[in-house]
C-alpha cells in the first residue's frame, strides 16, 4: 500500500512538473542547458521518517550541501537527526512493577549522490527532476530510566548501514531559493534549497 502511494505521489509530480515546467516564463533567456549547474546548494527539509524497527512514523530533521562532480551528477554530505521512544512495564513481585521510558537519538551521515533528469524531462529552468540514493552510517544512543534491570535488547535499534533511495522534484522559486520534496525508502522530507 505503501508502495502504491509513493508511486503514485511521484507520477502525479512527475506529470504537474512537466505540465507546469512547459508553461513557466523563464527567469534566464534562452534554452535549458545541459551544462546546467546543480551544486553549491544547501538543503535544509524536515519530514517523516518509517524505519521497520520502530513500527511506526518518527519525525526528521535532514541538512546537506550539494558539490557538482559531473554533467547533471552531484554528491553531497548530509547529516540527518531523528529521536523515538516508548515505555515498558517491567518489575518483579518484591519491589513492584513500574513503567521505565527508552528513548534513542539517531544521527544518520554520510553522502547522497544525486542525477538530474531535467534535460531528458525537458524540464524548464524553474524545475528540476532527480534520482538519488544516501549511504553513511548511524550514530546511534540508547537510554533507559535508572534502575531498569530488564532486557535491554527488547528494542533492536537502528543498522549501523545507513542505506536510502530517493525520488524528487525542486520548484525553484528565485535564483537562489527553492523548495523541494524528496520521497525515499525510508526518509521522505519536504524543504527549501538554498543556491549561491
Known amino acids: 500500500m505503501k508502495t502504491k502511494i509513493v508511486s503514485s505521489l511521484f507520477f502525479l509530480l512527475i506529470a504537474s512538473g512537466y505540465i507546469l515546467a512547459q508553461d513557466q516564463q523563464p527567469y ?7 551544462n546546467e549547474k546543480y551544486g553549491h546548494t544547501l538543503n535544509a527539509g524536515v ?7 520502530i513500527g511506526h512514523p518518527v519525525g526528521v530533521v535532514n541538512l546537506n550541501y550539494e558539490f557538482d562532480v559531473a ?6 554530505p ?3 537527526f531523528y529521536t523515538t521512544g516508548n515505555d ?4 518483579n513481585p518484591n519491589d513492584g512493577y513500574r513503567y521505565y521510558s527508552y528513548r534513542e537519538t539517531v544521527v544518520p551521515i554520510g553522502v547522497k549522490g ?11 529552468p524553474k524545475w528540476d527532476f532527480y534520482l538519488a540514493a544516501s549511504l ?16 535491554r535488547n527488547v528494542y533492536p535499534g537502528p543498522s549501523p548501514l545507513f542505506l536510502d533511495a530517493h525520488i524528487g522534484a525542486e520548484y525553484h522559486c528565485t535564483h537562489f531559493l527553492g523548495v523541494y520534496l524528496d520521497l525515499s525508502t525510508g526518509v521522505s522530507t ?7
Not at 136 to 151: E, I, K, P
Not at 190 to 196: E, K, P, V
Open 28 to 34: 534566464s533567456p534562452g534554452p535549458v542547458s545541459s
Open 47 to 53: 519530514g517523516i521518517g518509517y524505519y521497520g524497527y
Open 71 to 76: 554533467r547533471q551528477f552531484t554528491l553531497a
Open 78 to 80: 548530509f547529516i540527518g
Open 88 to 91: 515498558y512495564y517491567y518489575g
Open 114 to 124: 544525486t542525477y538530474y533528469f531535467d534535460k531528458l524531462l525537458n524540464a524548464g
Open 136 to 151: 553513511g552510517f548511524a550514530l546511534v544512543n540508547q537510554q533507559w530510566d535508572n534502575g531498569y534491570m530488564g532486557d
Open 190 to 196: 519536504i524543504g527549501l534549497a538554498f543556491h549561491h
